[in-house]
């Protein structure tokens, strides 16, 4: 089986841009959850969808938002972007939503903003 | 959520045995316990995890004391792979947190040749 795979693999963008980022999980998995790592904040929780219903949101502010299509493919978008997002953003796969399930962790955005 | 706290870092020769310390004291009893861990330039994988009984697998031994209130993964034979950060999580199997994982600093295993 393929792994999660998202893109692009790096990207470069302004403040004030707005930049969407994609994920596509494992097959067969309903569940992409999405993560910004950063020096500073370590690993931090951003959302999860699970059968194109957002989850849980962690606490980032609303210019972060995302969405899963019917093929359990994510989108996760930035609006108005400001330096502090830089970031690498991790997106992960499950079969199913819940505290037992193993995470399948993709290779990561690495988002840079001048 | 219930707090781990691990070591920033550890260092071991390359072969030998080695014991990654977590302490979870305020863990509840229904709180998994779950490692992962992040290679350079990767995301984070799966290790192992476990309830209350010691769990093994092809990649690593999870120790959880009799109380809980800590655990101990063991990787058998460390190799230069192994180099990475090791995240301890708590996970509650009754909330609604879903798929949610909550990292904190973790340990940067080094591993010497």
């Known amino acids: 089986k393929a792994g999660v795979t998202q893109t692009p693999r790096y990207l470069i963008k302004t403040r004030g841009q707005q930049v969407t980022l994609s994920c596509s999980p494992i097959?067969?998995?309903?569940?992409v959850s999405w993560y910004q790592q950063t020096p500073g904040q370590g690993l931090q929780f951003l959302f999860e969808y699970f059968s194109e219903t957002q989850r849980n949101k962690g606490n980032f502010p609303g210019r972060f938002s995302g969405r899963q299509f019917s093929n359990s493919r994510s989108e996760m978008n930035v609006s108005t972007l400001e330096l502090g997002d830089s970031a690498l953003y991790l997106c992960a796969s499950s079969p199913a939503s819940g505290s037992y399930n193993e995470q399948f962790f993709g290779p990561g955005t690495r988002l840079t903003v001048l | 959520d219930a707090k781990t706290t691990q070591p920033n870092s550890m260092e071991s020769n390359e072969e030998e045995p080695v014991h990654l310390p977590c302490n979870h004291s305020?863990?509840?009893?229904?709180?998994?316990i779950h490692w992962y861990r992040q290679l350079p330039s990767q995301g984070p994988e799966y290790v192992i995890h476990g309830l209350t009984s010691n769990v093994n697998n092809r990649m690593a031994s999870l120790a959880i004391a009799e109380d809980r209130k800590s655990s101990t993964l063991i990787l058998h034979r460390a190799t230069l792979r192994d180099a990475a950060v090791y995240y301890c999580?708590?996970?509650?199997?009754?909330?609604?947190?879903?798929?949610?994982?909550?990292f904190g600093g973790g340990t940067r295993l080094m591993v010497k040749p």
């Open positions: 305020t863990i509840s009893g229904t709180d998994y």
């Open positions: 999580i708590l996970r509650d199997a009754r909330n609604n947190a879903g798929n949610m994982l909550t």
């Open positions: 097959s067969g998995h309903r569940s």
